[in-house]
Every structure is written in structure tokens, then in C-alpha cells.
């Protein structure tokens, strides 16, 4: 196998969170007697942290209840971290396929350990992925490359052979800081702005990942010189 150790991000990449994430925007909105948002809407603002997704929840005319309605949407979204999160489709069949070959999995993700934790284990993929770091493991956070190269040491695989795999610019910084290949997905809450991240590779289906971890990351597609279909 090329790459014998892959490295999730969680929200968006392993795991599709953003219906819990919405309705505990909601349910904080509803706290502080604020009309509640389309949820279509606020998965948008989802991918950039907790603090980011309630600051644009609330708007900017709304700044001074931040902290206050942190604590709702924290306290909330603890209690039901899996009410509609999802494994997405086709990842488990993977996951479960190269574990079989020896690839070992890690997750790195900027959301609390407790919480990272809490997911993974509920979507019963504690035993695939038995090393968990997240945004408070660490003194620092992605993309800092701290959280990654600890899971590279405790995994016992090298930083060479280690994928990094995540859906935003974020995780393809940590990967690239770090000396880890980098593997961005398609399918996650950052959209076509992981297209513009310089990510080694992207996929849009998780079966992709079998092909990349047996033979490497493709060389990249070259336009021949001879003027054919030139513009």
C-alpha cells in the first residue's frame, strides 16, 4: 500500500453533521427570541468553527450576544451530537476495505476532543479510528501541523506515507505544513473551494481512496504541446 495511514478531518469529510449543527443554531436562535433560519441556509455557514457558524447565524447586528448564545449552542449541540449524523455514503465500505490490507486511520479535527470523540465512537468507528485529535488537544489547532504530526508519530507510520484527507483549505494547509500528502474531497461542507487549495489530489467519491492509497497519487493531467484544441 502507498499510504498506509490516513488522517480524517471529521465535519464534512468523515462525517455529514451539518443537520445537527443547523437545528442547534436553531434551537439557540429560538433561546434568544430570534426568528429562526432556513436550514439550506445555514449549512453555508458551516466548516469554518462553532463561533463562526453562531457569529453569521446572528448577523452583525447581533455581536454583543455571542457568548451567550455559545454557551446555548454549545450545551445544546453536546447533548445531540448524533441525532442526524451520518457516516457519508460509500466511506464505511472503504474504510472497512482497507483496513482489511493494514491502513490505519486517525482523526484530526478542530472541534473539541470530547465531541470528536463522542461522533466517531456513535457512528461505531471507534475501532477504526482509535487516535482522535481535536481543536483543544493541542495547544494549537489546524492548521498548525502539531495535531497532525502527533498522530503520524503515535500511528508508527511516516509522515510520507500518511494521507491527509479533508474537505477545506484548512486541512490541505495542516496536510502541506506538516510534510503529509494531501487529499481533498468533493463531497464536504466547503464546496468548490477546496478545488482552489492546492490539495495533491481531489476525489469525489470515497471508492477513489482505494485506488490512491494501492498506487499513489496520479500524476497530474498535461495538455500535449503540438496546438490541437488550443484557444
Known amino acids: 500500500m502507498r499510504f498506509r495511514h490516513l488522517v480524517f478531518d471529521l465535519d464534512g469529510t468523515l462525517a455529514d453533521t451539518k443537520d445537527d449543527l443547523a437545528e442547534a443554531v436553531n434551537v439557540t436562535l429560538g433561546s434568544l427570541n430570534l426568528q429562526a433560519q432556513d436550514p439550506r441556509v445555514l449549512y453555508g455557514y458551516v466548516g469554518h468553527g462553532a463561533r463562526s457558524l453562531v457569529e453569521r447565524a446572528l448577523g452583525s447586528g447581533q455581536t454583543h ?12 449541540y453536546r447533548a445531540h451530537l448524533l441525532d442526524h449524523c451520518r457516516v457519508y455514503p460509500g466511506l464505511r465500505e472503504v474504510i472497512d476495505v482497507l483496513a482489511e490490507q493494514g491502513v490505519v486511520f486517525s482523526v484530526l479535527s478542530n472541534k473539541p476532543e470530547d465531541m470528536s470523540a463522542a461522533i466517531v465512537r456513535g457512528l461505531g468507528l471507534g475501532e477504526r479510528f482509535p487516535r482522535v485529535v481535536g481543536g483543544d488537544t493541542m495547544p494549537t489547532r489546524k492548521p498548525d501541523p502539531s495535531g497532525l504530526l502527533e498522530l503520524v508519530l503515535a500511528s508508527g507510520v511516516p509522515a510520507a506515507d500518511t494521507l491527509m484527507v479533508g474537505d477545506s483549505s484548512i486541512d ?8 503529509v500528502p494531501t487529499c481533498g474531497v468533493l463531497w464536504g461542507f466547503s464546496g468548490s473551494s477546496v478545488l482552489d487549495a ?3 489530489v481531489l476525489i469525489s467519491a470515497p471508492r477513489e481512496l482505494l485506488t490512491i492509497c494501492r498506487n499513489g497519487i496520479p500524476p497530474p493531467v498535461t495538455s500535449g504541446n503540438d496546438g490541437a484544441g488550443s484557444h
Not at 457568548?67 to 445544546?76: G, K, L, S, Y
Not at 490541505?172 to 510534510?179: E, F, I, K, L, N
Open 65 to 76: 450576544l455571542v457568548d451567550r448564545a455559545m454557551d446555548v449552542f454549545m450545551r445544546w
Open 172 to 179: 490541505v494547509a495542516t496536510g502541506r505544513s506538516a510534510g
Open 198 to 200: 492546492g490539495a495533491d
